[in-house]
C-alpha cells in the first residue's frame, strides 16, 4: 500500500475516534438502568476493539504522528 494512502487512513482512523471517544452528548435523564448498562457494554466493547486492534499498531513507523 503506498504511504500516502496508508497515511490518509489513519488520519480518517483519527477523525472517528475522535468523534467516538470525544462527543459533547449528553444522555437524557430519564433512562432506565438497563439502557445505561447497555451503553457501558458497548463502550466497553469498542475500547477493547480499539486496544487490540489499533493501539498496538501506534509507534508503527509507517504510523503518521
Not at 482512523?13 to 447497555?38: C, G, N
Amino acid at each position: 500500500m503506498p504511504d500516502e494512502c496508508f497515511v490518509n487512513i489513519w488520519k480518517q482512523l483519527v477523525d472517528v475516534l475522535d468523534l467516538a471517544l470525544l462527543s459533547k452528548s449528553t444522555p437524557p435523564q430519564t433512562r432506565k438502568i438497563e439502557q445505561h448498562d447497555t451503553d457501558e457494554a458497548c463502550d466497553m466493547n469498542f475500547l477493547l476493539t480499539l486496544q487490540l486492534d489499533v493501539l498496538i499498531h501506534v509507534g508503527s513507523q509507517r504510523v503518521p504522528l
